[in-house]
Structures are given as structure tokens and as C-alpha cells.
């Protein structure tokens, strides 16, 4: 059980930057990979970004490489994702999840939703144009 907690969301402009965090309550989150999802109003529930357990490995969808970067601190058990030059297509509320990753500290989850065990609350994002 990982049960993460998100924060850090919040209305900029933009081009501006916000840094999303997602804490976990277990001292197992250093065995779980780690995806940041997003759901726009209207829309389903989109992959953003993913971390191996260890933090060497990651993804991210085309909509945001080069803008967004997701990281974690396993002393912390916490996972961040820092977005830049935000777009008001960035808008949405933004999900922490875990999945579980059977032994790989290198295993960089898919972007399918379902693939993930767990998942925070969700965090609003608001980019205003």
C-alpha cells in the first residue's frame, strides 16, 4: 500500500512554472515507479509523465517533453514533477500515481492508466492565457 498525496497545483499564467509534489505515506515508495496523470475537463485521463523506482529511468508524453520534468526523492518518499512554460492546454487536474515494479529499480511504467496501482487525490492546475 502507497497511498500518494499531491500539492503544489495552483492558477499562473503562461509561460509560467509551477512544481507539483506527490508524497507517499509508505516506506515501501522506493519500490514503486511512479506516473503523473492528468484530466482536462471534458477529457479522459491523460499520461504526463513517468519515473523508474530508482529515479534513473523516465517518460513522458510528446505534449510536454522539454517542458515538464518529473523526479523523486526516495529519502523523502516523494515524487515531484517541475512544469515549465506552461500552456493553457496544461490545464487539469493532475493525478500522483504508483505502480508496483516487481524488483526493477530501471522499469519506467507505461502510459496506460490502468497499469498503475495507486493514486492521490489530484492537484488542480489552472493556466490562464
Known amino acids: 500500500q502507497v497511498q500518494p498525496v499531491e500539492s503544489g497545483g495552483g492558477l499562473v499564467q503562461a509561460g509560467g512554472s509551477l512544481r507539483l509534489s506527490c508524497a507517499a505515506s509508505?516506506?515501501?515508495?522506493?519500490?514503486?515507479?511512479m506516473g503523473w496523470f492528468r484530466q482536462a475537463p471534458g477529457k479522459g485521463r491523460e499520461f504526463v509523465a513517468a519515473?523508474?523506482?530508482?529515479?534513473?529511468?523516465?517518460g513522458y508524453a510528446d505534449s510536454v517533453k522539454g517542458r515538464f520534468t518529473i523526479s523523486r526523492d526516495n529519502t523523502k518518499n516523494t515524487v515531484f514533477l517541475q512544469m515549465n512554460d506552461l500552456k493553457p492546454e496544461d490545464t487539469a487536474v493532475y493525478y500522483c500515481?504508483?505502480?508496483?515494479?516487481?524488483?526493477?529499480?530501471?522499469?519506467?511504467?507505461?502510459?496506460?492508466?490502468?497499469?498503475?496501482?495507486?493514486w492521490g487525490q489530484g492537484t488542480r492546475v489552472t493556466v490562464s492565457s
Open positions: 500515481s504508483a505502480k508496483a515494479a516487481y524488483g526493477s529499480n530501471s522499469y519506467v511504467p507505461p502510459s496506460r492508466a490502468n497499469a498503475y496501482n495507486y
Open positions: 509508505e516506506h515501501t515508495f522506493s519500490t514503486y515507479a
Open positions: 519515473i523508474s523506482s530508482s529515479g534513473g529511468g523516465t
